[in-house]
């Protein structure tokens, strides 16, 4: 390195600087600083997830950086009251409500200890609020769910913007706050992953009239009257259900779903507010999908939303399949025989060594089959022709229709032509 430098700062580096030497490199340093505290990565989305001063003071600085900007802010302390910073909870609440008018998506989980502390703290308008999310962890299963009320206050009724929420453990019951009405997107639920058993929760459809897009999460029960009327299920777009429980999906069976445009289901227990699992089920269109490890794979076979598809209503609805190589064989033998599937894709999540295979399971003709996509979810999947001949056999039996067969991020490999050849007369092939 020495040999590189000029002999005055190769000299230097044996010497000693000066502070005359080093204020043009301080200089520089502290500009390069400002231009990245002034950057949107650093600023724009701001995350508290301890209780410690020093976690405190960062975010302080990049609210301070945020100057007059819109920014979105997520907390989460989850630690009781006896166990969390004080300092942490007299400033915090404070520094929310001074900022209200510039968050753009406000994501709160807090424990039920000081929950309403925080909730009573949000009664300032928030003009360019777009989302809010706010869950609360019960102390324990003696604890009633819904014992913290959502206040009528909340943003002082004026967030304009405001068209997706989330509340967890939230009791809406008594709630007359105006924003509610506006709202389109809402994540509702009693009980969580978090040890709360299940639930009724009330009809949101009351309290929420402009409702498109509802994910009912944790241990949420439909049972209440309300939810036997078709009327509002009409006006959704998009269902979401966390359930983790088979006598739950029981409950479900009586629902007049069958206006509603996509259904998506969750089966295991659920994440945090806003993270679904990617289950899909949708009366036009039907997927399941599992994104598993290998080790996960044995997980699968307790998987129990396909019991949902045992309504005699699904079949007749559903033209379009998406289901992973983890669910084929407990899911397959239920969905193939729909009798107007026209489109099927087989999602492979992780690699099987470098040639990988297909699910095998007995012969399930899908007599009506117009598309067969293969997708990878990763780059260089490489699968035997013979295995793809195969597959299709099992599809589509003596049909001999044909068949687009679509593969995205997948190669074929065949020791001998004929599989070549077979595939090639039986399907029309797209390489994606």
């Given at each position: 390195m020495t040999a590189t430098l000029p002999p005055e700062?190769?000299?230097?580096?044996?010497?000693?600087?000066?502070?005359?030497?080093?204020?043009?490199?301080?200089?520089?340093?502290?500009?390069?600083?400002?231009?990245?505290?002034?950057?949107?990565?650093?600023?724009?989305?701001?995350?508290?997830?301890?209780?410690?001063?020093?976690?405190?003071r960062?975010?302080?600085q990049r609210l301070?950086?945020?100057?007059?900007?819109?920014?979105?802010?997520?907390?989460?302390?989850?630690?009781?009251?006896?166990?969390?910073?004080?300092?942490?909870?007299?400033?915090?609440?404070?520094?929310?409500?001074?900022?209200l008018?510039?968050?753009?998506?406000?994501?709160?989980?807090l424990h039920s200890d000081y929950a309403p502390v925080f909730l009573s703290a949000l009664?300032?308008?928030?003009?360019?609020?777009?989302?809010?999310?706010?869950?609360?962890?019960?102390?324990?299963?003696?604890?009633?769910?819904?014992?913290?009320?959502?206040?009528?206050?909340?943003?002082?009724g004026d967030a304009p913007c405001l068209v997706e929420m989330g509340l967890r453990n939230i009791d809406i019951s008594k709630s007359q706050s105006p924003l509610l009405s506006r709202i389109q997107t809402l994540a509702f639920g009693g009980g969580s992953a978090w040890h709360i058993p299940f639930v009724a929760i009330p009809n949101v459809f009351t309290?929420?009239?402009?409702?498109?897009?509802?994910?009912?999460?944790?241990?949420?029960?439909?049972?209440?009257?309300?939810?036997?009327?078709?009327g509002p299920w009409r006006s959704l777009k998009e269902l979401w259900l966390s359930v983790y429980d088979k006598s739950a999906f029981h409950a479900l069976e009586t629902l007049p779903l069958s206006g509603v445009e996509q259904i998506w289901t969750v089966d295991g227990k659920p994440?945090?507010?806003?993270?679904?699992?990617?289950?899909?089920?949708a009366t036009s269109r039907l997927g399941v999908r599992g994104r598993l490890r290998r080790y996960e794979t044995a997980g699968v076979q307790s998987y129990r939303s396909h019991?949902?598809?045992?309504?005699?209503?699904?079949?007749?609805?559903?033209?379009?399949?998406?289901?992973?190589?983890?669910?084929?064989?407990?899911?397959?033998?239920?969905?193939?025989p729909f009798p107007y599937v026209r489109t099927l894709t087989v999602v492979m999540h992780y690699a099987l060594g470098r040639l990988n295979r297909l699910p095998s399971v007995g012969r399930v003709i899908v007599s009506g089959l117009k598309t067969l996509r293969i997708h990878a979810t990763y780059n260089g999947a490489i699968l035997a022709s013979s295995d793809v001949v195969e597959f299709c056999n099992n599809l589509l039996g003596d049909v001999r229709l044909p068949v687009r067969l679509v593969l995205e991020n997948v190669s074929m490999s065949g020791d001998e032509p004929a599989s070549h050849d077979a595939v090639y007369c039986a399907c029309s092939v797209t390489i994606r």
């Open positions: 700062t190769t000299r230097k580096f044996f010497l000693g600087w000066t502070f005359e030497d080093l204020r043009y490199v301080l200089q520089l340093s502290t500009r390069w600083r400002a231009i990245a505290m002034d950057d949107p990565l650093y600023w724009h989305d701001i995350a508290l997830r301890k209780d410690s001063l020093r976690a405190l960062q975010m302080q301070d950086a945020a100057g007059e900007r819109p920014f979105c802010i997520t907390v989460e302390l989850l630690n009781p009251l006896g166990e969390i910073n004080v300092t942490v909870l007299s400033v915090l609440p404070a520094l929310l409500s001074a900022k008018a510039q968050i753009q998506r406000l994501k709160l989980e009664s300032k308008s928030a003009p360019l609020l777009v989302a809010c999310r706010i869950g609360v962890l019960l102390d324990s299963e003696i604890q009633v769910w819904n014992s913290i009320p959502l206040p009528d206050s909340l943003f002082d309290h929420f009239p402009s409702l498109t897009c509802v994910h009912f999460t944790g241990g949420a029960l439909l049972t209440e009257k309300g939810y036997r009327e078709p994440r945090a507010i806003g993270k679904p699992a990617k289950f899909m089920y019991d949902l598809l045992r309504r005699t209503s699904f079949p007749d609805m559903v033209t379009a399949l998406t289901i992973s190589t983890d669910l084929w064989e407990r899911i397959a033998p239920i969905l193939l």
